[in-house]
């Protein structure tokens, strides 16, 4: 039974039939009680149990899942809160485990102030890796910034002349490790040409199919 929904921006895209390709379904992150369960359920989550994860189309009042994508939710966290970690922790861990960083990497997170770019941000500090974010407004490079992030460590979302000579004095003679691209144009091209050797260029967006 469906407690919470988490909108993400495919979703955006599917209603308004701007998505390239079959999007299926609008919503995927979710939070609710489990009410029922098959018998080739895995029982992590029981019968009554609190859970979040995920559960294609879920913008419903009772939705079925594959219980392998639901984990029981802690009580400290509300339904609302809960569903808006699944999509965006999986996008974040699956594009950073091919770059198997370690201590001393440096990386690179576009739009660091999206939900993306936060949760990267995050994940590469667990790593004890350096990040480096690109971002738009001065709002959000104080934001950035009052997460942790030093000075240096933000460079232009908008402007690619700009970017390319803040990520210089960023980072100067290292290379990165891994750039988590939401970007287009320019910004591809020079975040690619900053990586090191078997270095990893994960792309998020979607300008076509």
Partial sequence: ????????????????????????????????????SGPSAHHQVALGCAAFGFSPGALCSISRAPTMLLVPRPLVLSPDAACTLPIVWSTVHVACEAARSSTGHVWLVHAAAGGVGLNATEYAAWLHVCALGSLGSRSKHQHLHMAG?????????????????????????????????????DFTADSFASLADGGCSAVLGKPSI
């Fill in 1 to 36: 039974r469906v407690r919470a929904v988490g909108l993400n921006f495919r979703d955006v895209l599917n209603v308004l039939g701007e998505y390239p390709g079959d999007p299926g379904p609008p919503g995927g992150d979710c939070a609710g009680v489990v009410v029922a």
């Fill in 149 to 185: 992030l030093g000075d240096a460590c933000s460079v232009s979302s908008r402007d690619a002349a700009a970017f390319t000579s803040g990520l210089g004095r960023a980072v100067g003679a290292a290379r990165l490790r891994c750039v988590l691209n939401s970007l287009s144009s």
